[in-house]
């Protein structure tokens, strides 16, 4: 699985960013994928994941109620919609694939190059 990570950009805090990751091959669907970000000087975090199915999703704490991972099998895409957005959200975001839904970055065998986002206060 080949995975192409956009939709980063600057923002003001409050602010809203959707990004996207494409993947290559036709065994998208039966992949669990999650997003993960890193600061500067930071360790890589999780944010999201969700099931092959979608119907489970999971998010870090710093992030619920502000983020929605969400997935469309039939183009083989899945996206992090992120809502009022602070400055410590300030990181380069990296989806991922992994057989099996969880939030461990270890389990995940596939990364997208990553995005930069900016949030400005």
């Known amino acids: 699985v080949q995975l192409q990570a956009s939709g980063g950009g600057l923002v003001q805090a409050g602010g809203s960013l959707r990004l996207s990751c494409a993947a290559s091959g036709r065994t998208f669907s039966s992949y669990a994928m999650g997003w993960f970000r890193q600061a500067p000087g930071k360790e890589r975090e999780f944010v999201a994941a969700i099931s092959w199915s979608g119907s489970s999703t999971d998010y870090a704490d710093s992030v619920k109620g502000r983020f929605t991972i969400s997935r469309d099998n039939a183009e083989n895409t899945v996206y992090l919609q992120m809502n009022t957005l602070k400055p410590e959200d300030t990181a380069v975001y990296y989806c991922?694939?992994?057989?099996?839904?969880?939030?461990?970055?270890?389990?995940?065998?596939?990364w997208g190059q990553g995005t930069q986002v900016t949030v400005s206060s």
């Open positions: 991922a694939a992994r057989r099996t839904y969880g939030s461990s970055a270890s389990g995940y065998n596939y």
